[in-house]
Protein backbone atom coordinates (compact mmCIF):
# COMPACT_ATOMS: atom_id res chain seq x y z
CA UNK A 1 0.00 0.00 0.00
CA UNK A 2 0.99 3.46 -0.87
CA UNK A 3 0.86 5.74 1.74
CA UNK A 4 0.26 9.75 1.27
CA UNK A 5 -1.26 12.13 4.15
CA UNK A 6 -2.34 8.93 6.21
CA UNK A 7 -5.03 7.61 3.55
CA UNK A 8 -4.20 3.85 2.22
CA UNK A 9 -4.30 4.08 -1.55
CA UNK A 10 -5.43 0.97 -3.27
CA UNK A 11 -2.04 -0.94 -5.03
CA UNK A 12 -2.29 -0.99 -9.13
CA UNK A 13 -2.57 -4.36 -9.11
CA UNK A 14 -5.98 -5.03 -7.79
CA UNK A 15 -7.69 -7.49 -9.78
CA UNK A 16 -10.51 -6.18 -12.11
CA UNK A 17 -13.35 -8.36 -10.81
CA UNK A 18 -12.94 -6.08 -8.36
CA UNK A 19 -12.48 -2.73 -10.11
CA UNK A 20 -15.46 -3.55 -11.64
CA UNK A 21 -17.75 -4.07 -8.52
CA UNK A 22 -16.31 -0.51 -7.39
CA UNK A 23 -17.49 0.96 -10.74
CA UNK A 24 -21.03 -1.05 -10.28
CA UNK A 25 -21.73 0.99 -6.94
CA UNK A 26 -20.31 4.13 -8.04
CA UNK A 27 -22.44 4.55 -10.63
CA UNK A 28 -25.47 3.22 -8.57
CA UNK A 29 -24.92 5.88 -5.93
CA UNK A 30 -23.75 8.81 -8.17
CA UNK A 31 -26.92 8.34 -10.26
CA UNK A 32 -29.14 9.08 -6.70
CA UNK A 33 -28.30 13.01 -6.77
CA UNK A 34 -27.74 13.81 -9.97
CA UNK A 35 -31.87 12.82 -11.84
CA UNK A 36 -32.02 14.77 -15.28
CA UNK A 37 -31.27 12.05 -18.25
CA UNK A 38 -30.13 9.42 -15.59
CA UNK A 39 -33.50 8.95 -14.41
CA UNK A 40 -33.84 6.83 -17.50
CA UNK A 41 -30.51 5.81 -17.66
CA UNK A 42 -30.68 4.20 -14.53
CA UNK A 43 -33.84 2.17 -15.32
CA UNK A 44 -32.40 0.47 -18.39
CA UNK A 45 -32.34 -3.43 -17.79
CA UNK A 46 -28.66 -3.92 -19.10
CA UNK A 47 -27.38 -1.14 -16.31
CA UNK A 48 -29.23 -3.00 -13.72
CA UNK A 49 -27.92 -6.64 -14.78
CA UNK A 50 -24.08 -5.30 -15.85
CA UNK A 51 -24.59 -4.07 -11.55
CA UNK A 52 -25.65 -7.33 -10.59
CA UNK A 53 -23.46 -9.61 -12.29
CA UNK A 54 -20.60 -7.13 -11.13
CA UNK A 55 -21.50 -6.25 -7.79
CA UNK A 56 -22.57 -9.81 -7.80
CA UNK A 57 -26.03 -9.92 -6.50
CA UNK A 58 -28.32 -13.12 -7.03
CA UNK A 59 -31.89 -13.87 -6.87
CA UNK A 60 -32.39 -17.65 -5.20
CA UNK A 61 -36.59 -18.96 -5.67
CA UNK A 62 -37.20 -21.41 -3.38
CA UNK A 63 -41.05 -21.46 -4.28
CA UNK A 64 -43.36 -20.92 -7.07
CA UNK A 65 -45.93 -18.51 -6.40
CA UNK A 66 -49.36 -18.58 -7.36
CA UNK A 67 -49.98 -15.22 -9.96
CA UNK A 68 -53.33 -15.50 -9.14
CA UNK A 69 -53.18 -14.06 -5.85
CA UNK A 70 -50.99 -11.38 -4.13
CA UNK A 71 -48.10 -11.48 -1.69
CA UNK A 72 -46.56 -9.19 1.06
CA UNK A 73 -42.74 -9.37 0.76
CA UNK A 74 -40.91 -9.28 4.30
CA UNK A 75 -37.53 -8.23 3.89
CA UNK A 76 -34.74 -8.90 6.21
CA UNK A 77 -32.36 -7.30 7.28
CA UNK A 78 -32.49 -3.94 6.05
CA UNK A 79 -28.91 -3.29 5.82
CA UNK A 80 -28.00 0.18 5.21
CA UNK A 81 -29.32 1.04 1.78
CA UNK A 82 -31.45 -2.42 1.25
CA UNK A 83 -29.24 -2.66 -1.85
CA UNK A 84 -30.26 -6.38 -2.47
CA UNK A 85 -33.98 -5.28 -2.09
CA UNK A 86 -34.28 -2.64 -5.18
CA UNK A 87 -31.68 -4.54 -6.83
CA UNK A 88 -33.66 -8.21 -6.95
CA UNK A 89 -37.31 -6.73 -6.47
CA UNK A 90 -37.48 -3.16 -8.06
CA UNK A 91 -35.55 -3.95 -11.24
CA UNK A 92 -34.80 -7.28 -13.61
CA UNK A 93 -31.27 -7.11 -13.14
CA UNK A 94 -31.85 -10.70 -11.73
CA UNK A 95 -34.97 -11.51 -14.27
CA UNK A 96 -37.49 -11.48 -11.18
CA UNK A 97 -40.17 -11.84 -13.66
CA UNK A 98 -39.08 -14.58 -15.11
CA UNK A 99 -38.66 -16.37 -12.00
CA UNK A 100 -42.06 -14.96 -10.75
CA UNK A 101 -44.18 -14.93 -13.59
CA UNK A 102 -47.42 -12.78 -13.21
CA UNK A 103 -46.29 -11.01 -10.45
CA UNK A 104 -46.00 -7.60 -9.97
CA UNK A 105 -43.94 -6.22 -7.55
CA UNK A 106 -43.22 -2.71 -6.23
CA UNK A 107 -40.47 -2.14 -3.31
CA UNK A 108 -41.45 0.35 -0.74
CA UNK A 109 -39.56 2.98 0.93
CA UNK A 110 -40.43 6.05 3.52
CA UNK A 111 -43.46 8.57 2.50
CA UNK A 112 -40.98 11.36 3.75
CA UNK A 113 -38.84 10.43 0.77
CA UNK A 114 -41.28 11.99 -1.60
CA UNK A 115 -41.02 15.25 -0.31
CA UNK A 116 -37.63 15.73 -1.62
CA UNK A 117 -37.34 17.34 -5.08
CA UNK A 118 -35.39 15.29 -7.71
CA UNK A 119 -34.92 12.46 -5.31
CA UNK A 120 -39.01 11.96 -5.50
CA UNK A 121 -38.68 11.32 -8.94
CA UNK A 122 -35.71 9.46 -9.13
CA UNK A 123 -37.82 6.96 -6.44
CA UNK A 124 -40.98 6.88 -9.01
CA UNK A 125 -38.33 6.47 -11.87
CA UNK A 126 -37.34 3.36 -9.90
CA UNK A 127 -40.91 2.17 -9.50
CA UNK A 128 -40.18 2.82 -5.90
CA UNK A 129 -43.98 3.41 -3.57
CA UNK A 130 -44.21 4.84 -0.44
CA UNK A 131 -44.91 2.25 2.76
CA UNK A 132 -47.59 4.17 3.62
CA UNK A 133 -51.11 2.06 4.77
CA UNK A 134 -52.98 3.36 2.00
CA UNK A 135 -50.34 2.96 -0.77
CA UNK A 136 -49.97 -0.21 0.31
CA UNK A 137 -53.72 -1.16 -0.52
CA UNK A 138 -53.84 0.98 -3.70
CA UNK A 139 -51.06 -1.46 -4.77
CA UNK A 140 -52.48 -4.85 -3.43
CA UNK A 141 -56.22 -4.47 -4.72
CA UNK A 142 -55.59 -3.72 -8.05
CA UNK A 143 -55.73 -7.53 -9.08
CA UNK A 144 -54.12 -10.18 -9.03
CA UNK A 145 -50.26 -11.10 -8.76
CA UNK A 146 -49.97 -7.16 -7.95
CA UNK A 147 -47.90 -7.23 -4.51
CA UNK A 148 -45.72 -5.19 -2.51
CA UNK A 149 -41.66 -5.72 -0.44
CA UNK A 150 -41.64 -4.18 2.63
CA UNK A 151 -38.06 -4.09 4.36
CA UNK A 152 -40.02 -5.00 7.97
CA UNK A 153 -36.96 -3.40 9.85
CA UNK A 154 -37.36 -0.01 8.79
CA UNK A 155 -34.74 2.43 9.30
CA UNK A 156 -33.93 2.17 12.93
CA UNK A 157 -32.88 -2.02 11.82
CA UNK A 158 -29.80 0.02 9.98
CA UNK A 159 -28.48 1.44 12.90
CA UNK A 160 -27.66 -2.46 13.62
CA UNK A 161 -26.19 -3.49 10.39
CA UNK A 162 -22.70 -4.32 10.01
CA UNK A 163 -20.54 -7.07 9.34
CA UNK A 164 -21.21 -10.87 10.81
CA UNK A 165 -25.27 -9.23 12.93
CA UNK A 166 -28.37 -9.96 11.92
CA UNK A 167 -30.23 -8.03 14.69
CA UNK A 168 -34.08 -8.43 13.36
CA UNK A 169 -36.50 -5.67 14.00
CA UNK A 170 -39.84 -7.47 14.27
CA UNK A 171 -41.65 -7.73 17.83
CA UNK A 172 -42.87 -4.24 17.28
CA UNK A 173 -43.53 -4.21 13.52
CA UNK A 174 -46.32 -6.46 13.00
CA UNK A 175 -48.30 -4.00 10.58
CA UNK A 176 -47.54 -5.82 7.51
CA UNK A 177 -49.35 -8.71 8.66
CA UNK A 178 -52.44 -6.60 9.73
CA UNK A 179 -52.32 -5.27 6.31
CA UNK A 180 -52.35 -8.84 4.88
CA UNK A 181 -55.11 -10.08 6.63
CA UNK A 182 -57.40 -7.03 5.62
CA UNK A 183 -56.17 -7.33 2.18
CA UNK A 184 -56.68 -11.28 1.68
CA UNK A 185 -52.36 -11.15 0.91
CA UNK A 186 -49.98 -13.96 1.45
CA UNK A 187 -46.87 -13.31 3.23
CA UNK A 188 -43.33 -14.33 1.48
CA UNK A 189 -40.61 -14.48 3.61
CA UNK A 190 -37.49 -12.83 2.17
CA UNK A 191 -34.09 -13.16 3.88
CA UNK A 192 -31.12 -11.44 2.31
CA UNK A 193 -27.35 -13.14 2.91
CA UNK A 194 -24.84 -10.42 3.01
CA UNK A 195 -26.93 -7.20 2.99
CA UNK A 196 -25.27 -6.49 6.27
CA UNK A 197 -21.79 -7.23 5.15
CA UNK A 198 -21.47 -4.20 2.53
CA UNK A 199 -20.48 -1.67 4.79
CA UNK A 200 -18.64 -1.05 7.82
CA UNK A 201 -20.30 0.83 10.43
CA UNK A 202 -18.92 3.07 12.94
CA UNK A 203 -19.59 2.05 16.69
CA UNK A 204 -22.90 3.25 17.97
CA UNK A 205 -23.52 1.06 21.54
CA UNK A 206 -26.83 1.96 23.00
CA UNK A 207 -26.64 4.39 25.10
CA UNK A 208 -23.61 6.11 23.30
CA UNK A 209 -23.62 10.20 21.91
CA UNK A 210 -23.70 8.64 18.74
CA UNK A 211 -26.57 6.40 19.16
CA UNK A 212 -28.93 8.86 21.02
CA UNK A 213 -28.21 11.50 17.95
CA UNK A 214 -29.40 8.97 15.39
CA UNK A 215 -32.32 7.99 17.31
CA UNK A 216 -33.14 11.97 17.72
CA UNK A 217 -33.02 12.15 14.05
CA UNK A 218 -34.68 9.08 13.35
CA UNK A 219 -37.70 10.58 16.05
CA UNK A 220 -38.07 13.70 13.84
CA UNK A 221 -37.14 12.60 10.28
CA UNK A 222 -38.50 9.12 10.08
CA UNK A 223 -34.98 7.79 8.80
CA UNK A 224 -31.65 7.10 10.42
CA UNK A 225 -28.01 8.27 9.17
CA UNK A 226 -25.88 5.35 9.87
CA UNK A 227 -22.37 6.04 9.82
CA UNK A 228 -21.02 3.70 7.39
CA UNK A 229 -17.94 3.15 5.38
CA UNK A 230 -16.59 1.05 2.91
CA UNK A 231 -14.54 0.11 0.09
CA UNK A 232 -13.14 3.67 -1.63
CA UNK A 233 -12.55 4.27 -5.42
CA UNK A 234 -8.84 4.80 -4.74
CA UNK A 235 -8.19 3.40 -1.11
Known amino acids: MTNLLNIQLAPLNVPLKRRRQTTAVLLWLISLPNGGRRFSFARKAYFWKWYAEYFPITLIKEADLDPSK ?10 VISVGAWTNFGTEANDFSKKFPGITCRVLTLASNFNLPLYREYLMAQGLASVSRQSCENILQKGPGHSVLIVVGGAGESLNARPGVYDLVLKKRLGFIKLAVRNGACLCPVFSFGENDIWEQADNPKGSNVWKFQKTLQK ?10 GRGIFN
Open 220 to 229: LSGWTMPLFH
Open 70 to 79: NYIFGYHPHG
